[in-house]
């Protein structure tokens, strides 16, 4: 009878051990996404940002060009494919 309570007390620790694990496992996969999450939305701005500053430089070569009145040098981007 004493080693079937040894087994059951050794089974019970492993149990334990067992569970904070996966609550562990869990809680570490929870905060993985969440700063993945965190990256994606980070770089979703960055990316705007970029968009809007290169948008931005678009106009104001597109206003130099319409001034000058020399239509002649046209960037890439103006040229249509």
Partial sequence: MEKYRETDTAIAEAKDAYEKFIEDDRLWLAQLHHEMALHD???????????????????????VVL???SPKV????WQKA
Avoid: I, T, Y
């Fill in 67 to 69: 001034l000058r009145g």
């Fill in 74 to 77: 046209r960037p890439k981007e």
């Fill in 41 to 63: 939305m980070a770089q979703a701005k960055s990316d705007a940002e970029a968009e809007g500053r290169r948008r931005a430089r678009l106009k104001a070569e597109r206003r």
